[in-house]
């Protein structure tokens, strides 16, 4: 279920071999238990210092027999090539921890293991290891606690992973699959058994048992800046497993050399791109030529942040792919675009509503029915539809005046109440929707209060899943709030399951409108430089100048947004001045990236009357009139 796709490495300079031979063997790790292993080498004599030796690990509850024609076919390049069945898994002994550092310190005696078989042909000083979702997560976890190697890739693996698949009070669908297989596929220890059970059970007291215990000794994102070990780190927008803004987060505190890539990764339910795929070939090539071979070939001066966006044509249940990089962590090169959620579906940079104005949607849950009965059912089937009742409302722009980029990870800022007792959940889905009404589904953010009290009001900030898309000139952005978060095309993946397990509590949940609830999309502006986009970028300053709008709405009461655009980063300030010219707020004093950007003001402390708004930057001053009336 979260097989990576494995892509063939260059062959070895002086080799063109077709003979390879195979070894099975054993190791025993500290505790006594035996990992069931692989290795293949090429038949003749060495290079001077051994083969390049490839390490490759498999996907949870996978075994070595998964990687073994990959073994092969890269041996017969001129590597010593090995693979292993990790604990509990495949025919290895023991039990299963869950991607831990139980199996991170197995790894390392692997590892140890390869650097001493230098007798039959292996290269102890020129390792490199390889693998994605689990086989991605050990490594990269081995490489944070001093793995003696000399390069990985590192697939779906960011190091808040456990977190991730249990993000915002919620718990993915992904994950009760990966805690459930039978013995036959993953073996488990007695805490890991004890997940399910807590899933099923659907209480406080269980939830917070799982929350407790699943991050420890799994996520790693704080000792993420300990690795040495050059890597490349790469994940998929459309990831079904975990959250791909870990990997963001990862590549801003690596330390090591490396280049990080997310886009179109096989594995956890991820679009697939022929050109991507073309793409990745020739990135694996530059970056283990130059750490394997020591070609110098340009790869450590290229952009260090690769990725691809979805763009339409929408064909055969998968978006299109279109390539960018940056220099500099993407964070750098967007800008928040505030919508609000107002009334009358609507989605806007401005505020139509009233503060007391809310939208709701239902919970209606009957005949008891359990989480377990849900899940076997699979979220479908008339029993489950005559128990449970799909609910929702939405909001939506008018048509896009130009192309959009969201780049990054959204944020919804929610103000809610319900009159659920314990439990209640948002799921917001993000769609982009055609001149003819067609709804494409982009990404979404998931959240479950699992600690709330009947009837109380709620503000919470919610971190959604990070994607890459372009919205359409003519086009809609259509924002879903929903009680199970199932989209269509989820399908090929997740089947009739929801990406998070709902909650199964009677309520009528509130949204509040009025400018007490908005989502934020990071944009990347057009006049951020992009390396080799074949598309134009979101919009921004279009013109190369600086430019200052008329706030909006105006006249207002008592809030209103200011947009402007600087060509180059620098400094900038921004401040409000009553008629007598004496300043009343001042809402920028920073340096800023350049593109666009967005300020609300807020004056509920101000009379009415006329006031001004003074932008400064680089020798450029303008200055704008408004009106507050109340």
Same mark, same amino acid.
Request: neutral net charge; hydrophobic residues 35%; proline residues 5%.
């Given at each position: 279920?979260?097989?990576?796709?494995?892509?063939?490495?260059?062959?070895?300079?002086?080799?063109?071999?077709?003979?390879?031979?195979?070894?099975?063997?054993?190791?025993?790790?500290?505790?006594?238990?035996?990992?069931?292993?692989?290795?293949?080498?090429?038949?003749?004599?060495?290079?001077?210092? %051994?083969?390049?030796?490839?390490?490759?690990?498999? &996907?949870?509850?996978?075994?070595?027999?998964?990687?073994?024609?990959?073994?092969?076919?890269?041996?017969?390049? &001129?590597?010593?090539?090995?693979?292993?069945?990790?604990?509990?898994?495949?025919?290895?002994? %023991?039990?299963?921890?869950?991607?831990?550092?139980?199996?991170?310190?197995?790894?390392?005696?692997?590892?140890?293991?390869?650097?001493?078989?230098?007798?039959? &042909?292996?290269?102890?000083?020129?390792?490199?290891?390889? %693998?994605?979702?689990?086989?991605?997560?050990?490594?990269?976890?081995?490489?944070?606690?001093?793995?003696?190697?000399?390069?990985?890739?590192?697939?779906?693996?960011?190091?808040?992973?456990?977190?991730?698949?249990?993000?915002?009070?919620?718990?993915?669908?992904?994950?009760?699959?990966?805690? $459930?297989?039978?013995?036959?596929?993953?073996?488990?220890?007695?805490?890991? $058994?004890?997940?399910?059970?807590?899933?099923?059970? =659907?209480?406080?007291?269980?939830?917070?048992?799982?929350?407790?215990?699943?991050?420890?000794?799994?996520?790693?994102?704080?000792?993420?800046?300990?690795?040495?070990?050059?890597?490349?780190?790469?994940?998929?927008?459309?990831?079904?497993?975990?959250?791909?803004?870990?990997?963001?987060?990862?590549?801003?505190?690596?330390?090591?050399?490396?280049?990080?890539?997310?886009?179109?990764?096989? &594995?956890?339910?991820?679009?697939?791109?022929?050109?991507?795929?073309?793409?990745?070939?020739?990135?694996?090539?530059?970056?283990?030529?130059?750490?394997?071979?020591?070609?110098?070939?340009?790869?450590?001066?290229?952009?260090?942040?690769?990725?691809?966006?979805?763009?339409?044509?929408?064909?055969?249940?998968?978006?299109?792919?279109?390539?960018?990089?940056? #220099?500099?962590?993407?964070?750098?090169?967007?800008?928040?675009?505030?919508?609000?959620?107002?009334?009358?579906?609507?989605?806007?940079?401005?505020?139509?509503?009233?503060?007391?104005?809310?939208?709701?949607?239902?919970?209606?849950?009957?005949?008891?029915?359990?989480?377990?009965?849900?899940?076997?059912?699979?979220?479908?089937?008339?029993?489950?539809?005559?128990?449970?009742?799909?609910?929702?409302?939405?909001?939506?722009?008018?048509?896009?005046?130009?192309?959009?980029?969201?780049?990054?990870?959204?944020?919804?800022?929610?103000?809610?109440?319900?009159?659920?007792?314990?439990?209640?959940?948002?799921?917001?889905?993000?769609?982009?929707?055609?001149?003819?009404?067609?709804?494409?589904?982009?990404?979404?953010?998931?959240?479950?209060?699992? =600690?709330?009290?009947?009837?109380?009001?709620?503000?919470?900030?919610?971190?959604?899943?990070?994607?890459?898309?372009?919205?359409?000139?003519?086009?809609?952005?259509?924002?879903?709030?929903?009680?199970?978060? #199932?989209?269509?095309? =989820?399908?090929?993946?997740?089947?009739?399951?929801?990406?998070?397990?709902?909650?199964?509590?009677?309520?009528?949940?509130?949204?509040?409108?009025?400018?007490?609830?908005?989502?934020?999309?990071?944009?990347?502006?057009?006049?951020?430089?992009?390396?080799?986009?074949?598309?134009?970028?979101?919009?921004?300053?279009?013109?190369?100048?600086?430019?200052?709008?008329?706030?909006?709405?105006?006249?207002?009461?008592?809030?209103?947004?200011?947009?402007? $655009?600087?060509?180059?980063?620098?400094?900038?300030?921004?401040?409000?001045?009553?008629?007598? %010219?004496?300043?009343?707020?001042?809402?920028?004093?920073?340096?800023?990236?350049?593109?666009?950007?967005?300020?609300?003001?807020?004056?509920?402390?101000?009379?009415?009357?006329?006031?001004?708004?003074?932008?400064?930057?680089?020798?450029?001053?303008?200055?704008?009139?408004?009106?507050?009336?109340?």
């Amino acid at each position: 279920m979260d097989s990576y796709g494995f892509k063939l490495l260059p062959p070895y300079m002086t080799a063109g071999l077709d003979s390879v031979t195979r070894y099975d063997f054993i190791i025993t790790m500290r505790d006594g238990v035996v990992l069931d292993c692989l290795k293949y080498i090429p038949v003749g004599t060495a290079p001077l210092g %051994g083969w390049p030796t490839v390490m490759m690990c498999h &996907g949870y509850g996978d075994s070595k027999e998964t990687l073994a024609g990959f073994c092969k076919a890269q041996a017969q390049y &001129g590597y010593y090539t090995m693979s292993y069945s990790m604990r509990g898994q495949g025919h290895s002994g %023991g039990l299963s921890n869950l991607i831990s550092t139980t199996e991170m310190q197995d790894l390392l005696e692997v590892i140890n293991y390869a650097k001493r078989d230098s007798v039959n &042909g292996s290269n102890p000083n020129n390792i490199l290891i390889m %693998g994605g979702s689990q086989g991605g997560l050990i490594p990269y976890m081995a490489a944070c606690n001093g793995a003696p190697v000399k390069t990985i890739i590192s697939a779906l693996a960011p190091p808040n992973f456990a977190s991730s698949w249990i993000e915002n009070g919620c718990i993915k669908m992904t994950f009760l699959w990966t805690v $459930s297989y039978n013995s036959d596929t993953a073996r488990y220890n007695s805490t890991v $058994s004890r997940f399910p059970v807590w899933v099923y059970a =659907d209480t406080k007291e269980k939830w917070d048992s799982l929350a407790y215990w699943l991050p420890i000794g799994r996520d790693f994102m704080n000792i993420a800046a300990n690795s040495r070990v050059p890597m490349i780190m790469e994940g998929s927008w459309q990831d079904k497993f975990f959250n791909s803004s870990g990997i963001l987060q990862a590549a801003n505190l690596m330390q090591a050399p490396f280049r990080m890539y997310i886009g179109a990764v096989m &594995g956890h339910g991820g679009d697939q791109s022929l050109t991507e795929n073309d793409w990745h070939m020739q990135f694996f090539n530059d970056w283990f030529f130059y750490w394997l071979f020591n070609v110098q070939n340009g790869t450590m001066d290229a952009p260090k942040y690769q990725y691809a966006s979805t763009v339409f044509p929408f064909q055969n249940n998968t978006w299109t792919f279109i390539h960018d990089s940056s #220099r500099v962590p993407l964070t750098q090169i967007t800008t928040n675009y505030r919508l609000y959620l107002n009334k009358n579906n609507g989605l806007a940079t401005t505020i139509s509503s009233k503060p007391n104005d809310k939208a709701s949607f239902d919970n209606s849950i009957k005949g008891n029915l359990t989480m377990q009965q849900a899940v076997d059912a699979e979220f479908t089937g008339s029993s489950f539809n005559s128990k449970f009742k799909v609910s929702s409302v939405y909001f939506q722009t008018a048509a896009l005046t130009s192309d959009m980029k969201w780049l990054g990870t959204p944020k919804v800022n929610l103000t809610y109440s319900s009159s659920a007792k314990t439990f209640c959940q948002y799921n917001f889905q993000v769609y982009e929707v055609t001149p003819d009404g067609k709804l494409y589904f982009v990404n979404r953010i998931n959240y479950t209060d699992r =600690d709330y009290k009947k009837n109380s009001k709620r503000t919470q900030s919610i971190n959604g899943q990070a994607n890459a898309h372009i919205f359409k000139a003519g086009n809609k952005i259509r924002l879903v709030v929903t009680n199970l978060d #199932r989209a269509p095309s =989820d399908s090929a993946f997740l089947s009739t399951n929801p990406f998070v397990l709902p909650v199964l509590i009677n309520s009528t949940n509130d949204i509040y409108l009025g400018g007490a609830s908005y989502i934020d999309l990071p944009i990347r502006s057009s006049s951020q430089t992009s390396e080799n986009t074949q598309q134009a970028d979101a919009p921004g300053n279009q013109s190369g100048k600086f430019t200052l709008s008329q706030n909006h709405p105006n006249p207002f009461n008592p809030s209103t947004t200011i947009e402007y $655009s600087i060509p180059r980063s620098g400094y900038v300030e921004l401040k409000v001045y009553d008629m007598l %010219g004496r300043e009343v707020a001042t809402l920028v004093n920073a340096f800023q990236e350049a593109g666009l950007h967005i300020v609300d003001f807020y004056a509920g402390n101000l009379a009415s009357g006329i006031y001004f708004y003074r932008i400064s930057s680089g020798g450029f001053q303008e200055v704008k009139r408004m009106i507050l009336i109340k």
